[in-house]
Structure formats: structure tokens, C-alpha cells
DNA sequence: GGCAATAGTGAATCTGTTC
DNA sequence: AGAACAGATTCACTATTGC
């Protein structure tokens, strides 16, 4: 395959990433992010007590021999990527326990410089349905730069920092898995792919680590997740697709994201730039009532709403983020997430009523 | 060193763990808990924003020189740890991105086989002081059998259920990191060990994944936080450790632990655990007598009891396992819970049958 | 249409004992 | 060693069906 000596930039290329990559010009790439095969191993099917079967990831692509010829491949594709990125540039890789291993230690040994490995904690992940390991409800992300030496990566910590409401952001992220009208099906209603990644997590990925204008290089481009991020953020984006079957589903998809404008965009960065809303507001307001009760998520844990914008939960009063933090024996809560008002017999965030509160203000929602 | 043909059981070993292991029989014990030193490469000292200098991890046994000493460091003590493993043993690594990579990817290469990885989730964790990172805010452990081929591990499902209230336990753990008097510090005040591990980590672990009177190897004591949780919940520990400082304040330590009594220690009991009970012994017993009809759910399928405790459904006849599955045309079947009897014209699983027959023969019910 | 009940599903290395 | 068989086991959320 030739060298090309201009990107091509948010276009979807359809081949062997190693040799599509090796196409790119060296050193032109901002950020890298891949979500490689996890070479998952599984032995016969899996039945949920209920006796129907799960639909798991049995692709070809998935598989591989042994662990030799899966760090080979993954050898090939991240040097393949380190020649590519700039200097300046960092690389994002996700995977679970069957091969984050093998990529970390790879990772180390070409000589990437691990920044921070990442938590990504599901909310909904699949039970573990024969009770016989812990509920696996996790997925690593390592953030790497080319070198130790590289010090000046792109890190938007004030961004990050506003996204967790003024708290330094930690290396543990909760999010849902990608499923409802975000996951994209076909005709029959099955889905495109097996495992179509959450566009939260990538927005949250090029939020922190890149900047308008930026080129997004990934080479598992599956159905385009990072994509659509890019796209909706301003940035540019390089997929490369072996299947053309989702590169075109991906190519669909992205058309139809909705780019945000740079003044959106400033506003999504700057979260904080929003005026904080004490608690107190919601019952001046009228919205909540002094006596009024809060519950947690579950209903379980209740407390009451006491005039000056506290809340007492048995012989303990505070600050909705205090006292959420107290039920709970942690160190800190948001209790803006954690608390929750009944609304017709269903429980609803309060965080529903500062919404309705900012958008009474004036002020554009997030 | 000798081979010792009985474990020095609850004693702190001074010296290389590698030749203390070696010296163990092999084969010997239940399970092996490891904080191995982390590759901490921090280039100078950390200083926080006030200038004051960071307590880091600069002792010089956490020094090695290349990613390739301290692989075959891992790979040697990995290998003595699993000649004294029992077959049916586990083994549990902690670790931060620094090493975790290393050991994870070592522990593969020699044949470990990794159950689960867990995420300890920190409450309290030291913030990224330069903000260019995220706050790393957790460390991995990493949870092994000795093969792929070893799948009777032992792990307390329901008792790991029962902690966290009622649903599986999940691969994110949430506790905070080990201060205040649970730190052990000397006469001026400094903290005696620089990584000391919390209790409730390891109580957790070993709570989980062994059983009372087991043995548990810990070949990096330190300051015995192993050995702590261990007598506290009925185990046995064998602790190694290299510096005489860390071991003498770890038998301090442990000397004072108060052991828990038996009864509070037992576990929430598996059914798997109970004895198994024969359908026939129904019959026997004359809960349900020969010609007695029993039903699916709903009442819609019905099938016919049999003296010698069979049951058949129009031509076929079978255990109540076989025929529940035919009648669904299902692989499996558990037709304890499938199937129903009539009672006042009511449906009641059989399964409440077996209950009260376990209860006659004095087993405890689950 | 509204609400309740039921069914479906997601990167999963997912059994133990006896013959 | 392999086959046969008993029988234990799920959380959060979405989509669909039923009343």
C-alpha cells in the first residue's frame, strides 16, 4: 500500500488496520483510541437460570490460538499505532481481564508510558449466572503517552474537574452500558455488533484528552463509537474497519450525528461555568417542602427535608452530599445523584428539580 | 534451607520468600495473599502544592532497575508460590498500574488462570497534587486458580451475596484506605510500613474465598495485615517477610487481635452444600404417593408420580430433572423447582417438599 | 391511552458427582 | 478420561404485551 501524504480525515477505511495504518503518514495523529479483540475464551454456552441461552462473543475475529499469537498481534498493531501518533500524542486502549494484561505489559515493553489506568464501572453489567466468581462489572481503559519523556499530553483537568462538580476527576468511572435506542440493530431487531461501546465513554475520553480540531485515529472502528464522539465534539476522526458490514453502519450512524457548535461545546466543557444551586433553592422554590422525604435510588434509605436546605436522616443533619455520604459510610456523595423524591409513586432524581430550576433561570441545561 | 515437613502455622519468617517458600512443602496451602513491591518509578521527589514533601514509596527494596529484573522477580516468586499451593488453592496479587500489568500478564505466562480481577475502589485516595492525571483513586488484585483445568475454587457466593445486601458481590470494591488507629505507627509518629493494606480488604478476601481452619501465605507481611484478618476470622497464616522491623511489629500486631468465636463466623450455606436429596425419598416418606399428579407453574402441563420416585408425561418417563426438561424442550432442568403439587387447589413447589424433608432429618435449611 | 405484568438482553474465560 | 445426570443460578434496564 502506498504512503499517504494528506489524512483522511473523518472517513471510514475499510482493511487491515496494521497495513492502513502503515499508509498513514508517521507522527499525525493526536490521540489513538482502541478497542482491540479481548481474545475471551469461552467454553460451551452459557444458560441464564431461566434456561435461555446468552448470545455471546463467538466472532472470528475474536479468536486466536494462545496467548503467543494474540501478543504478537497486539505487538504489530501498537507499533503499527506508535508510528503514526505524535510525539505529543497519547493512546487509549480498553479491554477486560482476558487480555488487558497482555496489552499493558505490551504496552510497557514497546515503551508507551502508562498515565493512569481507568475504571470504566457498568451500572447494568451481565450477572454472573451461575454464582460462582464475582459479578464482573468492569472494564479497564489504560492512558498512555509515547515515552516517560513525553510530559506535555493533553489533559484538560479543569474540564474534568467541573464534570465531577468541583472534585478532582478519579480514575473510576461509572457508566451504563450501551443499550436502548443508542444501540444500533438491523432490520430484524439484532444487534449490529457485540459490542458496540457507550458514546458517553468516549466523550468523556476526547473531552479529557484532546482538543478542537484534533485528529482521533481508531483502528477497531467496530460501528464508529468514537466516531460519533468525535464528530458531536468537534474533533476529527480515521476509522479503520476490517468488516465493511460495519463500516457502513458506522458511516450511517456518524451522518447523522448532530455536530455541536463551539459555543455548546464550551458550555459542555464548563459545566461549573453554571452557577452552583444550593439545595436550599429547591425548598425556597417550593419544589420540595420542608418534611418532605427523600429516598435513595432504591427506596431503602430515607430522609427529611428541614427548612434551611438541610436534610436529617435519625439523629444525624447536614448537607444533601454529608448525609448521602453518612448512609452510605463513604467518604463523599453527590447527593444531587444519590437522593430521590417520590413523584406519583415512582422515585425521581432531585437532580430533576435543579434542572428545572436552571431552565426557570434562564440558564442552558447541560 | 532444609524442606520442613510441617507448616510453621501463625508464625512471621524472616527472609527471602523465595527460599522460605521453597523450604515449605509443597502442595501445603489453601491460600496465597501477595502485595508484591510496586515498581514505583517516581523521577525525584513529590512535593504537594504547599511544598511540604510526599511520604512516597522510596524504600530501597522498591527499587528495580528495568521492567526486566522485576519480571523475573515476579516470575520467581510466582512460581515458588505456586509449588506450595495446593492444587485446588487460589492465589490473590495487589497491585497498581505500575506493576499490575507485569504480574498479570507473569501470572498467565506460567499457567495461573485468572478467576476475576477486582477493583478496590479508594473512599479516601491521595489526589493527583500536579493536576495532570486523574486522581488514581484505586488498585487492582488480581484472583487466580492454579490452571484453567482447576475449576473447584472455593468461594463463598452466598456469603459475599448476604454483604452486599442481597445482590451479588460485584468486581468494584468501595473501602477506605487504611489510617487513622488502624495505621500502625512508631514512637514518633511515622507510619511504621509504607503501603499498609486496610483490614477490611483482606478480611473481605479471605471471607470470600476461603474457609475457617484454611491455610493462607502471605509472602510480602509487611506489617501483617494478612495475619491480622486471619486469626481474627479463624485462619491460619504463614507470613514472610525480609525486614525484621516489619515482621516484629506484625507479631505485635497479631498478639493482639481478639479471634472470633466459631458460631459468629459461619456462613450464610450454599444449597449446593446441603446433602442431595433423592426425589424418591418423597415418595417414601409419603409426602406424594405413587399416581399422584404434579404440575409445571401453571398448571398447564401435568405429569405422573411413580413408585420408585420417576415420574412420566404421556409416553415418556424420566427422573423429574429429565422430564422437566422434555416438556420444555429444554437441555436442563432443575424439576425441584419446576414441578408443583396441588395443595387446597393450590400449586406449592415440590422443592418445599425436600425443605421439609431436610428439616425431619435435622439438616439445618438453607 | 395508561399502567402493570411479562419478556428479553448485555465482551462471560460461569457445576459437581457418579458411573 | 469421558459420559451421564442431578440440579443450582441473575441485575438493571428496555421493549412488548395485556388489561
Redesign the interface.
Known amino acids: 500500500m502506498t504512503q499517504k501524504t494528506t489524512l483522511p480525515l473523518d472517513q471510514v477505511l475499510v482493511g487491515d488496520c496494521i497495513e492502513l495504518m502503515n499508509s498513514l503518514p508517521e507522527k499525525s495523529v493526536d490521540l489513538i483510541f482502541a478497542d482491540p479483540p479481548y481474545n475471551l475464551q469461552l467454553g460451551g454456552d452459557l444458560?441464564r437460570p431461566n434456561?435461555s441461552k446468552v448470545d455471546a462473543v463467538d466472532d472470528h475475529w475474536d479468536q486466536f490460538d494462545s496467548?503467543r499469537h494474540y501478543d504478537e498481534f497486539t505487538r504489530d498493531w501498537l507499533t503499527a499505532a506508535r508510528r503514526v501518533l505524535k510525539d505529543t500524542g497519547a493512546i487509549w486502549v480498553i479491554g477486560s481481564?482476558?487480555n488487558?494484561?497482555?496489552?499493558?505489559?505490551m504496552?510497557?515493553?514497546i515503551g508507551y508510558w502508562?498515565?493512569?489506568?481507568?475504571?470504566w464501572?457498568k451500572t447494568n453489567?451481565m450477572?454472573?449466572f451461575r454464582?460462582?466468581?464475582?459479578?464482573?462489572?468492569?472494564e479497564?481503559l489504560?492512558?498512555c503517552s509515547k515515552s516517560?519523556e513525553q510530559k506535555a499530553?493533553t489533559?484538560n483537568?479543569e474540564a474534568?474537574k467541573q464534570l465531577n462538580e468541583g472534585l478532582?476527576?478519579?480514575?473510576?468511572w461509572l457508566m451504563p452500558i450501551c443499550s436502548g435506542s443508542e444501540r444500533l440493530k438491523d432490520e430484524k431487531g439484532k444487534k449490529v455488533h457485540p459490542t458496540q461501546k457507550p458514546e458517553a465513554l468516549l466523550q468523556r475520553v476526547l473531552m479529557?484528552t484532546t482538543r478542537q480540531g484534533d485528529v482521533v485515529l481508531d483502528p477497531f472502528f467496530g460501528t464508529g463509537t468514537t466516531g460519533a464522539a468525535a464528530r458531536r465534539l468537534g474533533r476529527h476522526f480515521i476509522g479503520l474497519e476490517r468488516e465493511d458490514t460495519y463500516a457502513e453502519a458506522a458511516r450511517d450512524r456518524i451522518a447523522k450525528v448532530q455536530m455541536l457548535d463551539g459555543d455548546s461545546l464550551e458550555l459542555t466543557e464548563s459545566k461549573r461555568s453554571l452557577p452552583r444551586i444550593p439545595f436550599g433553592a429547591v425548598i425556597e422554590r417550593g419544589l420540595l417542602a420542608p418534611g418532605d422525604k427523600i429516598y435513595d435510588n432504591r427506596g431503602n434509605v430515607a430522609a427529611m427535608v428541614r427548612a434551611d436546605g438541610s436534610i436529617s436522616h435519625k439523629d444525624n443533619a447536614g448537607s444533601i452530599h454529608q448525609i448521602g455520604a453518612h448512609v452510605q459510610g463513604?467518604?463523599?456523595c453527590n447527593g444531587w445523584t444519590f437522593w430521590h423524591y417520590k413523584c406519583d409513586g415512582r422515585l425521581v432524581s432531585i437532580d430533576n428539580l435543579r434542572t428545572q430550576l436552571r431552565k426557570e433561570m434562564g440558564q442552558v441545561p447541560a
Not at 502508562?114 to 475504571?119: P, R
Request: glycine share 4%; aromatic share 14%; proline share 4%.
Open positions: 444458560l434456561n496467548f481481564y482476558h488487558i494484561y497482555r496489552v499493558g505489559n504496552l510497557q515493553d502508562i498515565l493512569n489506568d481507568i475504571v464501572r453489567p450477572p454472573n454464582g460462582k466468581r464475582f459479578c464482573n462489572a468492569h479497564t489504560l492512558w516517560e499530553i489533559f483537568y474534568m478532582q476527576m478519579r480514575s473510576d479529557a463513604a467518604q463523599a
